[in-house]
């Protein structure tokens, strides 16, 4: 690839790959258009080799994105990019690893995957496109729609809780936990930068609504169901954290806490639970920068392999390595 300097910066056209095929106004043109410039930002303001950033994705309209990037990429099966992008990101960890997922692709088949990758706090970023339905096959509710979610497969309204990825990535221990909006765009790529530079496992999810499939009573078709996000659905952790504060917190507990919330506080994965579990009792969701905590070792600092050590350079040839498998092979006798 070529080499980008400040007299010949990384620009949009050079990182432009396939013409999108979403529906006109999908959210994710706004996830795409982040991602672009997150790229450019990587590139030109950070210093990192575009030779090293390396994009995956697994199957939906959320998979797309990996093939309209000149970037190196992957495309696995349904719910099954997150365990590559972990052999990757262990392999050779002066890689930058972003992986591109659904809401049906990483919280249904892909669930066990995310949840391991957290656990093992793997240095990649999850940027899910989150729109509550199946958008790739008709719209059938997905594990993140919400009670009553009249869909293909849930024609008398979905029954039964929705998934939280915010609140299960916080309780596993995520390094970095954040939702953006899609049609916000400024703020979504400020949140990925944030969560690309964060060393551990980052989780973006992303509101991206489905102009198609996803309907609500009275707000339907691509202009109104942005409207439903904006009036009825999500609530900024900057605004929950005033409006919430009487339920969540005593007067006394209170009286100690900052004006601001901040994400990188010892007691922000408890509060941003709580602010969680109370926006939800209104049926609102909360966006926003919740966490980031590098407190934590990384799968790789646990496997002793760092860009220096990584053991996709390793060389294992027998020529070279002769006596050393010689004496592992003779302390397993």
Request: hydrophobic fraction near 40%.
């Amino acid at each position: 690839m070529a080499t980008y300097t400040r007299e010949k910066p990384l620009t949009r056209a050079d990182i432009a790959g396939e013409s999108a095929w979403w529906c006109a106004g999908c959210g994710d043109f706004g996830v795409h258009s982040a991602t672009q410039q997150v790229i450019m930002s990587l590139v030109n303001d950070l210093g990192v080799p575009l030779e090293n950033i390396f994009a995956f994705s697994g199957i939906g309209c959320s998979s797309k994105e990996p093939e309209m990037l000149r970037v190196n990429a992957y495309q696995g099966q349904h719910g099954r990019s997150i365990p590559v992008a972990i052999g990757l990101a262990v392999a050779n960890p002066g890689l930058t690893v972003i992986d591109f997922g659904g809401d049906g692709d990483s919280y249904a088949i892909g669930m066990e995957h995310l949840m391991h990758a957290v656990i093992r706090n793997v240095n990649m970023t999850l940027v899910v496109m989150n729109n509550q339905v199946y958008g790739l096959t008709k719209g059938q509710a997905s594990p993140t729609a919400h009670k009553g979610l009249r869909t293909a497969s849930t024609p008398n309204g979905k029954k039964g809780r929705s998934v939280n990825p915010l609140r299960l990535a916080i309780a596993a221990g995520a390094a970095f936990v954040g939702r953006g909006v899609s049609w916000q765009r400024n703020e979504l790529v400020d949140l990925m930068q944030r969560a690309i530079t964060t060393k551990g496992f980052s989780l973006v999810d992303v509101f991206s609504p489905c102009v198609t499939y996803h309907r609500e009573p009275g707000f339907r078709g691509s202009g109104p169901i942005y409207d439903w996000y904006k009036q009825n659905y999500v609530l900024d952790i900057k605004d929950a954290w005033q409006q919430l504060r009487d339920q969540v917190f005593t007067e006394e507990e209170r009286v100690t806490l900052p004006t601001e919330y901040d994400p990188t506080s010892p007691e922000a994965a408890l509060h941003a639970l709580h602010l969680i579990f109370e926006a939800a009792k209104l049926g609102r969701e909360v966006t926003g920068c919740l966490l980031i905590d590098e407190s934590q070792p990384t799968q790789a600092d646990n496997a002793n392999v760092s860009a220096e050590r990584a053991p996709a350079l390793t060389d294992i040839s027998l020529g070279t390595n002769l006596a050393a498998y010689r004496e592992l092979f003779a302390e397993m006798r």
